[in-house]
């Protein structure tokens, strides 16, 4: 059974386009495509605690861990590792499954594109989704070697929060739903919709409450299932 989510928008994000979002107990981060300033704003009001420039390019997810923020520099085919007191970059990875998005023409000149999602597991890997590959790919950021990967539903992948029993929640922007999947297999446990025009790019979960931010409109809400 598909579940249909209640959008209960919050607030507008401080940026014009944001992308990604990582909860936090001090607040709610979001990384901006537009602006690529991160920014950590109060959980109530959206009001802006802390806001930095960052390096990056066309970011697209965010996400905290072992001590960094981690930010996907979507057009650059990088990761970044952040300073989270500052914002200034601390080393750059390879993006992995890089390569030209499935829904334009794959001709020669076609822009290859890198990662979006991110999210730290609590086996110190790093989560990534990455819409070429339509696959989640698990990074050991130590040798920054590939663990393992699966597969992501649908076409464009996007957003990544943890369910509370250790499957992971996955966006696809395209379709407008959210997919529970199994880290080991991919397995689809759960699938839940948003009704149009409401668009899901950076997702994270707090108190067991899905939030969500939507690039084109720069709604912050959350995402509500009876």
Not at 156 to 166: C, E, N, P
Request: aromatic share 8%; net charge negative; glycine share 12%.
């Amino acid at each position: 059974m598909i579940k249909i989510a209640k959008v209960e928008n919050r607030y507008k994000s401080p940026g014009p386009q944001p992308n990604g979002l990582q909860a936090a107990a001090d607040g709610l981060w979001c990384i901006d495509q537009g602006n690529m300033k991160v920014y950590r704003s109060d959980w109530e009001t959206g009001e802006v605690q802390f806001e930095a420039d960052t390096d990056t390019e066309h970011s697209s997810g965010i996400t905290l861990g072992g001590g960094y923020l981690w930010v996907a520099s979507t057009f650059e085919l990088k990761i970044a590792k952040l300073d989270p007191l500052s914002g200034k970059t601390v080393e750059k990875y390879d993006s992995p499954g890089s390569g030209v998005v499935a829904w334009v023409p794959q001709t020669d000149d076609a822009k290859v594109t890198g990662a979006h999602g991110l999210e730290w597991g609590e086996d110190g890997h790093l989560y990534v989704a990455t819409p070429p590959s339509q696959m989640i790919h698990v990074m050991d950021v130590d040798s920054w070697q590939e663990v393992r990967r699966f597969r992501a539903p649908g076409l464009r992948v996007h957003g990544l929060a943890w369910a509370g029993d250790g499957t992971l929640w996955v966006s696809d922007t395209s379709a407008g739903t959210i997919n529970r999947l199994d880290i080991e297999d991919g397995r689809v446990w759960e699938v839940i919709r948003l009704e149009a025009p409401n668009e899901v790019h950076g997702l994270t979960i707090r108190d067991g409450v899905l939030w969500y931010c939507d690039a084109a409109t720069c709604d912050v809400g959350r995402l509500v299932v009876d």
